[in-house]
């Protein structure tokens, strides 16, 4: 039901895992760095994998602390009650993930010269992923139908609000920040690309030999077995991956097999209106 989340500034949060104390500590009080890493996404767009391979190149490749420690931990979100002070208490270089949109993101950052990376996927296979993912996370409602979900997509009465809003400003503020736009498509296409547009971004340098473990270890096979990121580990009652896995299907396009020529067509239109002034050009459009 809507009472599983909290509303803030316009924005809908899964009610537990956030707190309006939390929200706005990270929006006026949190102190970005100069030298900090974010990691920002909107939900099921590729946020664990992001995580995963920051992680990785972290540690030059050495898949030890991957194997050890839960993602969560190692890159925390800077706006999830349980993780902040995690988030806030690493030595520098700080790795931090985020789902906030734009208006709600530390404001400091604004004036820094940290580093983020905004991982973008295709709202029709994160509308699928979402689907499943309902019946894993116990905060979020069953839905049964697909259908069922995409008009409440369309209208930003999901987690962290309209997808559209948070593209929109992210999108808009890319030349004050530094920020590297990547997709999900991309790192499916090119992971090994990928991971060496990200070092090569935060001017880390890896070997031949660590660029080939980062992204052995980033794979889709690989991850789904590590249960320091698959979600096993958590309570069922937050996450059930018997319903569902966590790392569930791990394609780009997986919407064909889900949406029906009525729900393109409604997409389609919603998403031309909303993107209308958006200047940029993405791989699905
Ligand atoms: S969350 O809840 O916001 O943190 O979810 P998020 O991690 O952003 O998204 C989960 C989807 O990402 C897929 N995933 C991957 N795909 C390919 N390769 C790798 N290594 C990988 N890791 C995670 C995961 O399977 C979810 O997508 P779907 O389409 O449901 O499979």
């Known amino acids: 039901s809507s009472s599983n989340f909290l509303e803030y500034r316009g924005c ?85 993930s985020s789902h906030l949109p734009v208006h709600l993101f530390p404001k400091s950052l604004f004036t820094s010269e940290a580093k983020v990376i905004y991982t973008v996927r295709d709202p029709r296979d994160i509308l699928v992923s979402l689907h499943f993912f309902s019946r894993t996370a116990g905060f979020l409602d069953e839905l049964d139908k697909i259908e069922d979900l995409l008009p409440k997509f369309l209208r930003g009465e999901v987690l962290f609000g309209s997808w559209f809003d948070h593209v929109r400003g992210w999108l808009g503020v890319r030349n004050q920040v530094n920020l590297l736009l990547l997709t999900y498509e991309e790192l499916f296409q090119d992971l090994r690309g990928s991971v060496l547009r990200i070092c090569n971004f935060l001017g880390k340098e890896l070997n031949e030999a660590a660029v080939d473990s980062v992204v052995e270890n980033a794979t889709f096979e ?64």
């Open 12 to 96: 809908l949060f899964p009610a537990g895992h956030y707190e309006i104390d939390s929200l706005e500590y990270a929006r006026n009080e949190f102190q970005v760095r100069k030298d900090d890493i974010f990691s920002i996404t909107y939900p099921k767009s590729g946020t664990t994998w992001m995580q995963e391979i920051l992680s990785l190149i972290r540690s030059d490749g050495d898949p030890n602390v991957s194997r050890t420690v839960p993602v969560w931990e190692r890159i925390p979100w800077v706006e999830v009650t349980s993780l902040r002070k995690k988030a806030e208490a690493q030595p520098s270089t700080r790795f931090i």
């Open 222 to 285: 690989k991850m789904k077995d590590n249960t320091m990121c698959n979600y096993s580990t958590v309570s069922k009652k937050h996450f059930d991956v018997q319903k569902s896995p966590f790392l569930r299907k791990g394609i780009s396009g997986d919407w064909k097999n889900h949406f029906t020529p009525a729900m393109s067509e409604s997409f389609d239109a919603a998403y031309k209106e909303a993107m209308k002034d958006v200047n940029f050009k993405f791989i699905w459009d």
